[in-house]
């Protein structure tokens, strides 16, 4: 488990100040993926430099498993940094080492004895799928594979914790599937406690468990995927559960509902259009699998004249979220 504690970090710029990090605190459970997203400049690169120690936060703490790593004296930091490994955008191996070198490296700065090293790498380099390229160059291997060796690297030091960032920005769909498939199982067997950097939804929605935007050094929005991707009125339920633009055809008001789980939507929907008399007409829809639970998004448009609070009233009754996205036009 890791938790962060009001980190802060100011950088300064001649007699500028700029804040990177203005009170970030979160914490991960062993065993789960949590991911940051956030736009350039947002701060994310700033909390991975402070989490793995290479940036000396400002104030605020980082503990691994309850012990304070911000603490360790220096002789013990290099120790305290093996109980993270991290995984980059690009795999970052060394072009003149082979695969089972570049998995070693790790091991061979802390002096791991040869035959240990041996061992452990075969270990790695199989748990990652890549049995029977331990004598292959990095050139010589897809830039999936590229990314596993880093995977098995990160691994090398048995950290409690896998930082990754931006692990598959540079894939294909397909490579970037069979990399966060892979995150996910060895987040299971080895229980990891994962964090995932990124700008792609698409990630967060694969395979984390929790989520936190960062905006401007501070986090707006966390929680479970489930529970932010169903708070309509946030900001990540809008990314995670896009809806299509539509045109609006007529005065009515304009309302988007989400609806999860259980709360089926078109009972609930044509529902309500009878009991109100109203003749609903839908402008997008998207119904999604998030997180293990079922979700329909839709906006849908009433006509003019419409009693909008009752109807809002009676779906949010039936536990279906609703937002009036455009009020009645006259
Ligand atoms: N070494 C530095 N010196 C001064 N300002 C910095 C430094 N590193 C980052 N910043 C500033 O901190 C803010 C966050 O940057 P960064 O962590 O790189 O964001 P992100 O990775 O989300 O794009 C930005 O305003 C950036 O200009
Ligand atoms: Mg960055």
């Not at 996910?184 to 468990?209: N, S, Y």
């Not at 946030?234 to 055809?249: D, F, H, K, V």
């Amino acid at each position: 488990m890791i938790t962060v504690t009001d980190l802060r970090k100011v950088y300064r710029q001649g007699n500028r100040e700029v804040v990177a990090l203005d009170g970030v605190s979160l914490s991960v459970p062993k065993g789960s993926i949590h991911g940051i997203v956030g736009h350039s400049g947002a701060g994310k690169s700033t909390l991975v430099r402070c989490l793995t120690l290479l940036d000396s936060p400002t104030s605020g703490s980082v503990s691994i498993n309850g012990a304070e790593l911000s603490a360790s004296r220096d002789a013990d930091l290099r120790t305290a940094r093996r109980r993270i490994g991290m995984i980059f955008q690009h795999a970052n191996l060394m072009d003149s080492r082979t695969a089972a070198d570049n998995v070693a490296h790790p091991l061979e700065i802390v002096k791991t004895p040869r035959a240990a090293i041996r061992s452990k790498v075969a270990e790695l380099l199989k748990l990652v799928g890549l049995e029977g390229f331990e004598n292959a160059y990095p050139s010589q291997l897809s830039g999936g594979q590229r990314q596993r060796v880093g995977i098995a690297r990160a691994l090398a030091s048995d950290p409690d914790v896998l930082l990754c960032d931006e692990p598959t920005s540079a894939l294909d769909p397909k490579t970037t599937d069979e990399i966060l498939t892979l995150i996910q199982d060895l987040t299971q067997r080895l229980q990891l406690t994962v964090l995932v950097i990124t700008h792609e939804m698409q990630v967060i929605k694969r395979i984390c468990d929790s989520v936190s935007l960062l905006e401007a050094g501070r986090i707006v929005e966390h929680g479970p995927l489930r529970t932010v991707a169903a708070d309509l009125g946030g900001r990540l339920s809008s990314t995670l559960l896009p809806l299509p633009p539509a045109e609006t055809n007529g005065s009515g008001t304009v309302l988007e509902i989400l609806y999860s789980g259980d709360s089926a939507s078109e009972p609930v929907l044509t529902g309500a259009a009878r009991t109100f008399g109203l003749d609903l007409n839908v402008l997008a829809g998207s119904v999604e699998s998030l997180a293990g639970t079922q979700f329909g998004h839709l906006r849908i448009q009433l006509p003019a004249g419409a009693d909008t609070a009752s109807l809002a009233r009676h779906l949010t009754g039936q536990g279906v979220a609703v937002r009036v996205v455009q009020e009645e036009t006259s």
